[in-house]
């Protein structure tokens, strides 16, 4: 481990996952102060049958997402942004393509020391100004609603295909191979009506993953020798 590498991890990382535990710990407690002020407080008490159903149907539907959710993010997001994109949420709407933006102005990679900072940056930076709209639709949300066009709000159903849009051109210049061939694969894999929705978002990443790994391998065999050391 060379100097960089050393102070990176001593100054940045370890801290980074210490006070990462720690506030994901605290933010995973706090879930549990609004059941425990109804209970408590307010009187109300479920029956625990329900809440073991309830707690059923939700483990039941997030499992596989739990485990593969995290792999699918973390090649780009790296560790700190996945402590910190899964504590404000919406990753794939606003965390993810605020750290590919980012990344892009700045011509930094993920996998790197520098792109992982620039994307923790950005994803920061996303979060406060995503509580300050959300502050703002909060209060005045049906308003600004009643104003607006009705081709805007139906236009609103196209932002998350849009993102997606966005994030997959960034990427398609850099492997104009590997892009469009996921694409087509998770396409027909969400298409599939013999497989279970369940299913559906693990397969998607798996194959992803296992197409990735095995391009890379082909490009390493024809070529060993790293760009740097031509």
Same mark, same amino acid.
């Given at each position: ?10 100054? %940045?990382?370890?801290?980074? +996952?210490?006070?990462?535990? /720690? ?5 995973? /407690? ?13 009187? %109300?008490? !479920? ?8 707690w059923g149907i939700i ?5 596989? +997402? %739990? ?14 942004? =996945? %402590?910190?994109?899964?504590? @404000? ?11 590919? &933006? @980012?990344? @892009? @102005?700045?011509?930094?990679? &993920?996998?790197t020391y520098k792109g ?7 994803? !920061? ?10 502050? /703002?639709?909060? =209060? ?25 849009? &966005? ?18 694969? !998770? ?23 296992? =197409? ?9 065999? &024809? ?8």
């Amino acid at each position: 481990m060379n100097d960089i590498d050393k102070r990176f991890n001593e100054e %940045y990382t370890q801290k980074m +996952i210490r006070n990462g535990r /720690l506030t994901t710990l605290i933010a995973a /407690l706090l879930t549990f102060v609004p059941a425990l002020y109804l209970w408590l407080v307010m009187g %109300y008490k !479920c029956e625990w049958k329900y809440i073991l159903s309830g707690w059923g149907i939700i483990v039941s539907s997030y499992f596989f +997402i %739990y485990i593969f959710e995290p792999l699918g993010f973390y090649p780009s997001m790296g560790l700190s942004g =996945i %402590y910190v994109g899964y504590l @404000a949420g919406n990753i794939p709407t606003v965390r993810l393509p605020a750290m590919l &933006a @980012a990344r @892009a @102005a700045t011509g930094t990679e &993920a996998g790197t020391y520098k792109g992982e900072l620039v994307g923790v940056i950005a994803i !920061c930076a996303s979060v406060f100004v995503n509580v300050a709209f959300v502050t /703002l639709a909060a =209060i005045a949300g049906q308003q600004i609603l009643n104003v607006l066009p009705e081709f805007v709000i139906q236009a609103f159903n196209y932002v998350l295909p849009a993102i997606l849009g &966005a994030v997959m051109a960034q990427y398609f210049p850099k492997n104009k191979i590997f892009v469009p061939s996921i694409f087509i694969i !998770c396409l027909l894999i969400n298409r599939a009506g013999f497989l279970p929705s369940i299913s559906k978002f693990p397969l998607a990443i798996i194959v992803s993953i296992v =197409i990735g790994i095995g391009m890379y391998m082909k490009v390493k065999a &024809a070529d060993p020798v790293p760009t740097e050391n031509k």
